[in-house]
């Protein structure tokens, strides 16, 4: 990245100063923390499959049965793993583009203010994360920087930063790019042992319901007002050049002139545009034969949309293949954890006993006794918050939970594709906090998780009453569905 940041002292270092707020210095000293002990998120994941696999012995499984289920599990993610990396690249390869950074730096010159500022970021980060997270992340970190070219603003780069996290901290999980709802409503995603007990569940049922648009609609207007509101004045911001922040007028893909005779088709856009043309005749097929909603609930309709757009946008392939290959390395987190959450989803629901009872049966049996069919959203929307915290898996931990969640679901007789957004609602909110996910913002913007998480911390305090609420009050308009099993 051609961002970097000087040396400074003193507040600039990334400490509270004494004109911080008390949970500001407190959200700061958690951060730091928590950047001190914490391991990296594979690490958390390993840790759980070793706990998953003692518990099943525990349970009475025996460990060769544990080892099978563990192969097994491996890769039975593999087409979901191959579908959320899709999710990244495509996000990236779109933000990235031409047209992208002119819409950026377009938006960049509308606010007047440095407040103003910083809720025009919060807004577009949050509405681009209902269209893909990666997308979301790029987006907000580039406008921040394309803001922050405007001096005359004073605007608060941390602020600023803080508020483009907010897609990954409040909403991405309401919106497409939901790994829950796309895993649930895409049958070939499905883990068979988790499609017998959950079925296959259409976006209606998930992201599309009216109690879904509610809470993505309170959420959007509380963070933008909170941003706004928590964002300092001209006179106490810091700003980026204040923080020896250098910044660059783009997010640069370099691409060489054609070397040689061999080169000139990646300089031309000849492929690109034939390649679009059958792109768009196969999408006409897709959506002229089924419903929009159907069509777009399909990940692979999903990413394709998102890699030809980013192909069409580059418009030629060596801008496109240099945009992809900058894009992989935010990739490596998902390719290398997910075949372990497949594993632990193995272990929890196919490693029985001697009575045929696995760990999932029992921990779903624990969440029935201590729950009720209205007491269920709020039950789930803490643990899975807790849970969020320490395994940071922007929706991959819905294969831990899911087979033992959603049979608690069905045995309390709870709306199954709302069992679904209590878990998106809710594991979103530690986000927020924990910095694993804010390491692609991070890179573009220079700064560190402890710039940020002051001002995101004060809209955790907001966001989790408000949203356990919701989750608990909406829960009392849907009625319960059987799974349907294809």
């Known amino acids: 990245m051609p961002t970097t940041r000087a040396a400074a002292s003193g507040p600039v270092s990334g400490g509270s100063t004494t004109t911080d707020g008390a949970l500001v210095r407190i959200a700061i000293a958690f951060t730091a923390w928590a950047e001190r002990w914490f391991p990296d998120a594979y690490i958390f994941v390993a840790v759980a499959v070793m706990v998953v696999s003692v518990g099943a012995i525990a349970n009475g499984a025996s460990p060769l049965a544990v080892s099978v289920a563990f192969g097994n599990g491996f890769w039975s993610l593999i087409t979901f793993t191959m579908q959320m990396a899709f999710i990244v690249i495509g996000g990236y390869v779109v933000a990235t583009s031409a047209p992208a950074q002119r819409l950026i730096r377009s938006l960049a010159r509308l606010p007047k203010t440095g407040t103003g500022a910083v809720g025009l970021v919060a807004a577009a980060a949050m509405i681009a994360s209902l269209l893909n997270w990666g997308f979301s992340l790029i987006v907000g970190g580039l406008l921040v920087r394309a803001l922050a070219e405007r001096r005359e603003l004073h605007m608060d780069y941390r602020a600023a930063g803080a508020a483009a996290y ?7 999980a309401m919106g497409l790019s939901s790994s829950a709802a796309q895993l649930q409503a895409n049958a070939a995603s499905l883990p068979k042992s988790l499609l017998t007990i959950t079925g296959v569940i259409p976006f209606t049922e998930t992201i599309f319901m009216w109690q879904s648009f509610l809470i993505t609609a309170v959420l959007l207007v509380i963070s933008i007002s909170i941003a706004i509101w928590s964002a300092p004045g001209p006179s106490a911001a ?3 050049e204040a923080m020896g922040i250098e910044i660059s007028h783009e997010e640069e893909i370099n691409v060489l002139p054609p070397q040689k005779p061999g080169d000139w088709l990646e300089h031309s856009p000849m492929l690109t545009i034939l390649l679009s043309l059958l792109a768009a005749g196969w999408l006409f097929y897709e959506f002229s034969r089924q419903s929009a909603i159907l069509a777009i609930s399909n990940l692979n309709t999903y990413n394709f949309l998102f890699v030809m757009a980013g192909l069409l946008l580059h418009w030629r392939p ?11 390395p935010a990739t490596a987190g998902v390719l290398i954890q997910f075949p372990l959450y497949g594993a632990i989803a193995a ?33 789930i929307g803490v643990y899975s918050a807790i849970l969020g915290f320490f395994v940071p898996s ?3 931990k819905w294969l831990l939970e899911a087979p033992y969640v959603m049979q608690a679901a069905n045995d309390l007789k709870v709306h199954l594709g709302w069992a679904v957004q209590v878990y998106n609602a809710a594991e979103a909110l530690p986000n927020l906090i924990n910095p694993f996910w804010m390491l692609p913002l991070l890179g573009v913007l220079g700064l560190r998780a402890r710039d940020l998480v002051g001002f995101t911390f004060l809209q955790l305090l907001v966001h989790l009453p408000v949203v356990l609420f919701l989750l608990w ?11 349907i099993v294809p």
């Open 166 to 172: 907010l897609g990954l901290g409040a909403t991405w």
């Open 238 to 240: 810091m700003t980026a």
């Open 318 to 328: 060596k801008r496109f293949l240099a945009a992809v290959a900058k894009s992989v």
């Open 347 to 379: 272990i929890l629901t196919q490693a029985k006993n001697g009575a045929g009872v696995t760990v999932s049966d029992h921990i779903s049996h624990a969440f029935v006794s201590m729950s009720t069919q209205h007491l269920y959203p709020l039950l």
């Open 394 to 396: 922007g929706g991959g």
């Open 473 to 483: 009050a909406l829960a009392y308009t849907l009625e319960y569905h059987p799974p």
